[in-house]
């Protein structure tokens, strides 16, 4: 069953601050409850992190907008069986005195509140669907609908982990689901929702019930460890609520357990070694010597933590999750503000996030989103570490695959890959992560220069040379937009201005130039101007074509062989270099005349056989 774990305890425990007192104890001590049953929900107000779905609900309260059915979503342990009881005991909520209706603000405990929150009332029935999946136990709830309730308001039927049901059990369903009694209602509750068959979905109003935010789940184990009198670290409850993953009931199980093994008291060390994780500090000296290329101190990192009892595989893991940690950082600096993240991680992947470029973050993540499975089903994980950790160090400075390929059109060596050098201690000292320039953050690299110390190789004088460029580079699309669509108004090296033809891309401009910064390392300013500009080179092409024809057509030579052959069209001009001396000219024009002269004397010789 799911139990979220927010607000006040059942019976005879000690209330949350802010919420009201249980009743008072039976006169026989009761026997130990564990953290998720003691402080279990009772009222919405209790529930933690799900505001939209008791937002919703409250409205359609007030309203009177009360569905016959719920479906309720989402992973383990973040409240859907407690959400259940709760819109039960809501849906029935009766004063003392007899007075109420259904209403999910219940100051103080009903006629039926008790017998609900504890699943022995008559009217609320709770069925297991993962052991009743059969038909059988389908139609036992449609003979028992038509009878009217015993006491409460409505009938209520929870049926939890609904996906388990069969294929006949949901079609036996359909119709009482559709059109109940109107004292009936139904509160289905699953964690696969994509089994349940849309015929019933569409019958049930969806709530998604989402994971508990970490700051959260964090605030409420300090508020129910005051509660137990229980000493414990905002280090340690971060862990657990990392480790619970959303999962509310999963953090108070954690937290039972980790009271248990530090005797009342919850320090971070204990919860590491309870969980089996590794030191943040230690994981993040782990990430700055790999960074670093250091092989040798992250292997002795790596062994340290695997000696103190951490798995190799939660150690990646730990070593993933900081990398996202510091691309977060990188790329949105108010995710420092997280109160999730403890001081080191902040601090410490802030500073990371300056030297680090998104590629290098990228690569890592990819490495170790691969290595954390090798070593998980590795039967040696603490050798896949290591050459995980190897890849890692060897792939600092790999060049992407556009940079080897510039590289290689530009004529420059290829970097072979391999760990960049461990820094020198300066004059100051050893190198600490406060000063220590990672390899990684080198710039990429800018176009090859020329030998002799002139500007860079890559030069672009003209508008054809970036058309040049683009065929060059494959971008046949962008290659065809310049030349159809691009009218030239302005062009120098670093800038160019231009206007669209009728019905050209106005994203030319944008596509031009990321293409010019990726191909010549520099920045272009590419600008839509409202001038008609010149026109583009497909008009131009066309034009000298066509002049190319004409002067071609007024040559005493073409003009000899067009006579000879009526009819005949000019189709291609190929253009020859001009003869050196005025003899070749003689020879070229009595070689042209003789094959026009053969032509038609071959023609006139195929006309007499005709005849």
């Not at 016959?68 to 989402?74: N, V």
């Not at 480790?243 to 093994?261: C, F, V």
């Amino acid at each position: 069953m799911d139990e979220t774990t927010a607000g006040t305890p059942l019976i005879d425990e000690p209330a949350l601050p802010g919420f009201p007192a249980a009743p008072a104890p039976a006169a026989t001590a009761s026997p130990y409850r564990v953290l998720a049953r003691k402080y279990r929900p009772r009222t919405f107000d209790d529930l933690i992190g799900q505001e939209a779905m008791v937002r919703t609900l409250s409205n359609a309260f007030e309203a009177g907008r009360i569905p016959q059915a719920w479906m309720l979503t989402g992973v383990r342990g973040v409240g859907k069986t407690t959400t259940a009881r709760i819109l039960a005991r809501g849906l029935n909520y009766q004063r003392q005195d007899g007075t109420g209706g259904p209403t999910i603000h219940m100051p103080e405990l009903g006629l039926h509140c008790e017998a609900i929150m504890e699943s022995r009332h008559v009217d609320v029935l709770e069925m297991d669907a993962a052991s009743h999946t059969g038909i059988d136990d389908v139609r036992q709830i449609i003979d028992g609908i038509r009878y009217s309730p015993v006491s409460a308001r409505y009938k209520v039927y929870i049926i939890d982990e609904v996906h388990m049901l069969s294929e006949k059990a949901f079609n036996a369903f359909l119709k009482t689901l559709e059109e109940p009694p109107p004292h009936a209602k139904f509160i289905f509750a699953t964690t696969e929702i994509r089994k349940v068959p849309v015929t019933i979905l569409s019958r049930c109003q969806r709530f998604d019930l989402r994971r508990i935010e970490a700051d959260k789940l964090v605030a409420h184990l300090g508020r129910i460890c005051d509660a137990e009198g229980v000493t414990a670290e905002p280090e340690a409850l971060a862990a657990i609520a990392r480790a619970a993953e959303g999962s509310a009931r999963d953090s108070l199980s954690l937290l039972d357990q980790a009271i248990a093994h530090g005797a009342g008291v919850v320090q971070a060390e204990t919860v590491r070694d309870m969980l089996g994780l590794a030191d943040r500090t230690q994981v993040i000296d782990l990430f700055e010597a790999v960074m670093r290329g250091d092989v040798p101190a992250a292997f002795a990192g790596l062994r340290a933590q695997y000696d103190a009892g951490a798995d190799p595989g939660v150690i990646l893991s730990d070593l993933a999750a900081f990398s996202h940690i510091v691309t977060r950082l990188k790329l949105i600096p108010e995710a420092a503000r997280d109160p999730a993240l403890s001081e080191i991680e902040r601090s410490r992947g802030l500073d990371y996030a300056q030297k680090l470029t998104v590629r290098t973050l990228s690569r890592t993540w990819q490495i170790l989103l691969k290595g954390i499975p090798e070593v998980q089903a590795s039967s040696r994980p603490v050798a896949a570490a290591e050459m995980v950790l190897v890849r890692l160090a060897y792939a600092a400075d790999l060049p992407t695959p556009d940079e080897a390929l510039r590289a290689l059109k530009d004529g420059a060596p290829v970097p072979a890959g391999g760990p960049p050098p461990a820094p020198s201690p300066g004059p100051s000292g050893p190198v600490t992560s406060g000063n220590m320039a990672l390899a990684s953050s080198q710039p990429r690299p800018q176009p090859r220069p020329d030998p002799n110390g002139g500007a860079p190789a890559l030069r672009l004088r003209r508008f054809e040379d970036v058309v040049a460029l683009a065929g060059e580079r494959r971008e046949i699309m962008l290659k065809a937009a310049l030349e159809r669509d691009v009218r030239l108004v302005r062009f120098e090296e670093g800038s160019i201005e231009l206007s669209l033809a009728a019905g050209g891309s106005k994203t030319v401009a944008n596509d031009l130039a990321r293409a010019l910064q990726q191909w010549t390392g520099q920045r272009w300013m590419v600008a839509l101007s409202s001038e008609e500009g010149a026109p583009t080179l497909r008009d131009q092409a066309e034009a000298a074509e066509r002049e190319r024809k004409a002067g071609a057509a007024s040559h005493p030579l073409v003009q000899a062989v067009l006579a000879k052959f009526p009819g005949a069209q000019i189709v291609n001009v190929i253009e020859r270099a001009e003869k050196a001396d005025e003899d070749g000219a003689v020879d070229a024009e009595t070689e042209i005349l003789g094959e026009a002269d053969a032509i038609a004397a071959h023609e006139t010789e195929a006309d007499d056989d005709l005849d």
